[in-house]
């Protein structure tokens, strides 16, 4: 018994081409190909780890693919990356436009590590000009790619952005309270933006539900500043920088 269900003519429709016919029950033909996907997976672990191993200390900076050069957010952005390289640290993205190029960007201007995650997409998203010759890789997974922002962070900083940043957000806040990372701060930083999120999670989720503790909000910051930001990631670490994990 075949246990995929074929598509419905809705769905072609509204992709605007037939669709291929269900997998065969035999799993033979996937078993062989995941067996080699096994050693591209392994592969990108490799280069993310070899790449990183001398990046130091660095801030993953997360946001909007959408913003636009010279609107608040993207001079925001900016701001962030110039200020963490001045101080030290690298600057992780994830490789894209918008948010993400205008941290590499400032990060670039003062000097400083400029790294970039890039994902292989559908629509084809091309690493931004602002990352460091060396410092680019393009991921095929998405969870190899999250590997790599969490281990290597000492705080992620979330400036208004979608889907994708929610789930970065989601899978570090997860991670820290689930005890498989050390904790580090996550940082949201626009209170216009972030506030109606944040005031979920504290009087729903906390609150009124009890699903999260007091203890799961402990290292979740909601901020307007990139001085802010710095300031609660000094804060966070009196005895110095390590791994995540």
Do not use: C
């Not at 001045?86 to 436009?97: D, K, L, Q, Y």
């Not at 010759?133 to 997974?141: A, D, G």
């Amino acid at each position: 018994m075949d246990i995929y269900r074929p598509a419905s003519g809705k769905e072609e429709e509204r992709l605007g081409k037939p669709l291929p016919p269900p997998p065969s029950a035999s799993r033979e033909n996937d078993f062989m190909a995941d067996g080699w996907r096994v050693f591209k997976i392994m592969a990108e672990f490799v280069s993310g780890f070899e790449m990183m191993s001398d990046a130091g200390p660095a801030v993953t900076v997360f946001g909007s693919t959408r913003v636009k050069p010279g609107t608040p957010e993207y001079l925001l952005a900016e701001n962030v990356g110039k200020l963490l390289a001045t101080e030290g640290f690298s600057v992780i993205t994830g490789g894209g436009p918008g948010v993400m190029e205008a941290a590499n960007k400032g990060a670039q201007s003062a000097g400083g590590p400029s790294i970039g995650f890039n994902i292989k997409l559908p629509n084809q998203q091309e690493p931004n000009k602002y990352i460091d010759h060396n410092k680019l890789i393009s991921f095929q997974y998405f969870f190899v790619r999250k590997v790599m922002f969490l281990k290597y962070a000492q705080a992620f900083i979330a400036l208004p952005g979608g889907f994708g940043t929610l789930d970065e957000v989601s899978e570090a806040i997860t991670i820290i309270q689930t005890g498989k990372s050390e904790r580090f701060p996550v940082i949201l930083i626009g209170k216009s933006y972030w506030e109606g999120f944040y005031r979920w999670i504290h009087e729903t989720m906390h609150q009124e539900k009890g699903y999260i503790s007091t203890d799961d909000l402990s290292f979740i910051y909601l901020e307007d500043t990139p001085e802010a930001a710095l300031a609660i990631i000094k804060g966070f670490y009196p005895h110095g920088y390590s791994l995540n994990f």
